[in-house]
Nanobody, 117 residues
Framework: QVQLVESGGGLVQPGGSLRLICAAS????????MGWYRQAPGKEREFVAS???????IYADSVKGRFTLSNNNAKNTVYLQMNSLKPQDTAVYYC???????????WGPGTQVTVSS
């Protein structure tokens, strides 16, 4: 099994920055990539960014140019650097693994990000 632990959420003022970290443990050899999603109150969960094990990244249009996703394969960890944060970025952020095998696709418990003055 794969377990995910997220950290780095919190309260920040508009224009500020946060860095989210997601660390995978357990049977990580089946993971081909990792990603971040977010869910604001009353809204559906939406894609934020993803990164393959080879380092290829994809971003949602709403975060392009502001968020940067990177990985450390040796540590099975991904880092989401979030800059120029806006109130509309407020949400619970969830880390997810990608895999060709269903048993390696898991979600983290989520971390709250609140952007407010």
């Amino acid at each position: 099994q794969v377990q995910l632990v997220e950290s780095g959420g919190g309260l920040v003022q508009p224009g500020g920055s946060l860095r989210l970290i997601c660390a995978a443990s357990g049977s990580t050899f089946g993971i081909s990539g990792m990603g971040w999603y977010r869910q604001a109150p009353g809204k559906e969960r939406e894609f934020v960014a993803s990164i393959s094990s080879g380092g290829m990244t994809i971003y949602a249009d709403s975060v392009k140019g502001r968020f940067t996703l990177s990985n450390n394969n040796a540590k099975n960890t991904v880092y989401l650097q979030m800059n120029s944060l806006k109130p509309q970025d407020t949400a619970v952020y969830y880390c997810k693994t990608y895999s060709l095998t269903a048993e390696y696709r898991v979600w983290g418990p989520g971390t709250q990000v609140t952007v407010s003055s």
